[in-house]
């Protein structure tokens, strides 16, 4: 991701509806599929500015990394402590070391070379029966500025990360769509800036108006409590939660 990505991120990350409402989505399917244990470790594999991590610490004791030394330069601006210089094609903690490991809009980033890798390295640093939690874009054909700006190179079906994680040692526990309800949104803005031919140079992440940025949260509140219960067909993004074999 840019350099500049991790700026605008570091702003917003604790208040724009986007990142709050995935936030509330992921605590909500973690307390149904993570048994907080005590003494639990958690890695947030490519873990941004900081803010996941932030939220984590209340699963167990959290640590993280990022490929970016910006990115590790605004964790340790929030006072995180346990944050290390890697790549998730390489992760810099040692073999079943921890309980939980999350990657959130990791996978399919232009900086790397291989999923399956990346994937492998998750299972090789959980502890046997270890949850992973995957979160990626949704869907090549949704390809805009936004993917441009933040660097993706492949959005993905359910299906393909079903097949990657089960190909990769593990056992699926839940997987679905997410930001389902505010999709049509997203396809409107996303094909009107296609066929005006826009040349948009930064991504989405941007402050919102106060009220618009509370109103828009509710879909993705709403969302956290019914994926407590069925998934969901269709969505901007795909989360699974799985178990190492």
């Known amino acids: ?9 570091y ?59 910006r990115a590790i330069y605004f964790c340790k601006k929030r006072g995180l402590k346990n944050v290390k210089l890697g790549s998730i094609e390489k992760i810099p903690y040692d073999k079943s070391h921890f309980d939980l490991v ?5 996978l399919g980033q232009r900086q790397l070379k291989n999923d399956q890798t990346g994937i492998r390295e998750i299972n090789k640093v959980l502890k046997k029966d270890g949850i992973a939690m995957i979160r990626v874009a949704a869907f090549d054909w949704l390809y805009s500025y936004h993917d441009k700006a933040v660097q993706t190179k492949h959005r993905y079906t359910k299906n393909e990360v079903r097949k990657l994680l089960q190909s990769n ?12 309800f505010l999709f049509p949104i997203s396809l409107v803005m996303r094909f009107a800036d296609k066929a005006l031919s826009s040349s948009h140079k930064t991504s989405d992440v941007k402050p919102v108006q106060p009220i618009l940025n509370d109103a828009l949260y509710i879909p993705l509140w709403l969302e956290s409590k019914l994926l407590r219960i069925i998934s969901l067909p269709f969505g901007l993004s795909v989360i699974a939660i799985a178990k190492k074999n």
């Not at 996941?52 to 970016?68: A, H, R, V």
């Not at 999350?102 to 990791?106: E, N, R």
Request: hydrophobic share 40%; charged share 25%; proline share 0%.
């Open 1 to 9: 991701m840019r350099k500049k990505e991790y700026d605008a991120m």
């Open 169 to 180: 040692g593990f056992t699926i526990l839940k997987i679905s769509y997410a930001n389902m």
């Open 102 to 106: 999350v990657s959130f809009d990791v």
């Open 11 to 69: 702003k917003v990350e604790d208040t724009h509806f986007w990142y709050r409402g995935m936030r509330k989505i992921s605590e909500t399917l973690l307390e149904k599929y993570f048994l907080q244990k005590t003494n639990a470790r958690i890695l947030d594999a490519g873990c941004g500015t900081g803010a996941g991590m932030m939220w984590l610490k209340s699963f167990g004791t959290i640590f993280g990394f990022d490929i970016s030394q």
